[in-house]
């Protein structure tokens, strides 16, 4: 079984278009991220989820809209595509912040949905 | 803001040679993790680091975590094909233990 499964892989869309990725663990995880890894390889957080609510929201532009139905689940809504938003999108989990022990922050990544916007 | 750098960012070695990228942060770090993505995947977990000074191995593989707290090494002895990818640092971000900010990573090719 996969732990942090994404779907789609693979993602082409017109400028403008809305889209949706969804990401899913079944680690039994209680934190979620996404990340944004361009064409440099270059892996930033975008946003991270614990237990449902939203922790950390990077400066992303709003157009990004993360939603967390339940703890196993983030998905990434994302409004009006642009060209600059072409890049691998990678969903991450890692178990409970809660008591500070950094053990417990190491992150398994989903496989990546690659975004092509043209 | 808060910083990690990776050097160098590319490395091309003979299979055979050795590898070693170098990880340093603008903060104290309470644990520093090493992930390994081969091409065309996803980043992989390979080790964290939480003492100062401490070292761990992993068959070829010597992590190193410095006495500050501020820099870490991964180093690579006798590189196969297989070793392959991109190496990441990360160390915690923004006060948060869970967050993670990652350096830019060590792009590793090895020639057969």
């Known amino acids: 079984d996969t732990a942090v499964s994404q779907t789609p892989k693979y993602l082409v869309t017109q400028m403008g278009n809305d889209k949706s990725i969804k990401c899913e663990q079944n680690l039994g995880h209680d934190t979620m991220y996404w990340y944004k890894q361009d064409s440099k390889k270059f892996l930033k957080i975008m946003f991270s989820?614990?237990?449902?609510?939203?922790?950390i929201n990077e400066t992303v532009p709003n157009r990004f809209s993360p939603k967390s139905p339940d703890k196993a689940h983030l998905n990434l809504h994302i409004n009006s595509l642009e060209l600059g938003d072409s890049a691998v999108y990678f969903c991450a989990s890692s178990q409970d912040l809660v008591g500070g022990r950094w053990a417990k922050n190491i992150q398994y990544f989903g496989a990546g949905t690659r975004l092509s916007v043209l | 803001g808060q910083q990690v750098m990776q050097i160098p960012q590319y490395q091309h070695v003979q299979e055979g040679e050795d590898f070693t990228t170098y990880c340093n942060s603008s903060?104290?770090?309470?644990?520093i993790q090493w992930y390994k993505q081969r091409p065309g995947g996803h980043p992989v977990f390979l080790i964290q680091l939480v003492k100062s000074g401490e070292v761990k191995k992993q068959k070829r593989l010597t992590f190193q975590f410095g006495e500050a707290k501020k820099n870490s090494s991964l180093h690579i002895t006798a590189t196969q094909t297989t070793d392959v990818g991109t190496y990441f640092c990360a160390g915690p971000y923004g006060g948060s233990q869970g967050n993670l900010i990652f350096g830019k990573g060590t792009k590793l090719s090895v020639k057969p």
């Open positions: 989820y614990n237990n449902k609510e939203l922790i």
């Open positions: 903060t104290t770090l309470s644990n």
